[in-house]
């Protein structure tokens, strides 16, 4: 599978139907994260950055574009949730990477990009909000979504919300219900 990872403003153009003009202005006004080549200063755009810049203004995104943002990080060292969250994610069409701490999860951030990242609330406790403090304050993780599966009996969770989460689901959570939850926020 050959896979995309950049494009060029012509590309993106091409997938919105404007002018590629049109896309070096939303560029220039910081509507559109790109970068430069050194020498003649093209842009180039990461796909995960358009599929996100498309999400935000509700325009439709390619099929083929679609999988390429269509990567979950789970974060848990619980084994159950572990087995049932990968085979239900996989089911959904997801590509799964789990972590199972801070440390690798944060590699895993920074180096496969994922749409969604699948935090199991008691696994992580009290440095969930710190982590989602860190995922909200970096313009490269704007558009990542953030699921919480904490216990119904959790205190926190609209302060899980109010930190930032996307969503919540209750643990244990069923495996039709994660996928329902998951395909809900990467698809809106």
């Not at 404007?18 to 990461?46: M, S």
């Not at 999400?55 to 574009?65: K, V």
Request: charged letters at 25%; glycine letters at 8%; proline letters at 3%.
């Amino acid at each position: 599978m050959n896979e995309l990872h950049v494009l060029t403003t012509g590309e993106a153009a091409k997938y919105c139907g404007v002018n590629f003009r049109t896309v070096i202005r939303w560029i220039e006004r910081g509507q559109l994260k790109a970068y430069k080549l050194p020498g003649r200063g093209d842009h180039r755009i990461c796909v995960e950055d358009f599929v996100g810049f498309l999400r935000d203004n509700a325009m439709p995104i390619p099929s083929e574009l679609a999988a390429a943002s269509r990567k979950v990080l789970l974060l848990t060292d619980n084994p159950e949730l572990t087995a049932a969250g990968r085979q239900a994610l996989q089911e959904a069409g997801c590509d799964v990477e789990v972590a199972g701490d801070s440390f690798v999860a944060g590699a895993l951030m920074a180096g496969s990009k994922p749409a969604l990242m699948v935090i199991d609330a008691c696994f992580v406790g009290a440095k969930g909000f710190q982590i989602l403090d860190h995922l909200r304050s970096r313009s490269e993780y704007a558009n990542v979504r953030v699921l919480v599966i904490a216990s119904a009996e959790d205190r926190d969770q609209q302060r899980w919300l109010d930190a930032g989460a996307d969503a919540l689901a209750d643990y244990p959570v069923a495996r039709s219900e994660l996928a329902a939850k998951v395909k809900l926020l990467l698809d809106v």
